[in-house]
């Protein structure tokens, strides 16, 4: 267990090589800045959404899933961080694929820089090669963290996060994990998770 101040220095090296990083280029241009992880930075249980979505931006929504499971787990230090960092997005502008490398086309106002106008782009569930170039850092937020517990909201999160700890079971939701290090439990989708499952979780985790 390294000190909180440890904890806060190994995260920021680590968010600064997220911010650089170009393993998905053609992400990188409908993206203003990478998801990063906020909340407590030597918290009980860690929160893993698959990307960030219409909910997780949402600040009275991701408050109120935080509190709920404060409230029914008895914990207070929560961090919440995503699978993937980037998020995939099918854009309507047929000329935005002509663009090469890593030229950013939001500027700083998330505008669309071919439009002038805001991001039209939908936002699409992440690749399986989107999600195996994003979760070393996943990995190595959780190991620096050292959480007791570590929620998967959806089951794609849970398969592709549990194979990462070494377990290879089948993921089913509402369900408990554990390798030697931590205690998973798979969830709900948050924009799907209510009372009935803060109550659930309160039994696994």
Known sequence: ???????????IMMEDRIVKCKRCSSLLR??????LGKGDLDPEMVLVFEMENEFTRDLNKLTGL?????????VNRIYHTFMVRCQPKACPLPN???WDGDIKLLDKEYNCI?????????LVPPGTEDIISCLPF????INILK??????????VGDFVLKSFGIFKQVELYSRYQNEDYIFVVARKPEFFSEEEGSWLAKLA
């Open 138 to 141: 996943l990995v190595e937020e």
């Open 66 to 74: 935080r509190n709920l499971i404060k409230d029914k787990l008895a």
């Open 96 to 98: 935005n694929n002509t």
């Open 1 to 11: 267990m390294g000190s909180k101040e440890e904890k806060i220095r190994k995260i």
């Open 30 to 35: 409908c993206n203003r800045k990478p998801a």
């Open 114 to 122: 071919l439009t002038g106008k805001p991001c039209e782009g939908v």
């Open 147 to 156: 959480p007791q517990t570590v929620v998967l909201f959806g089951e794609k």
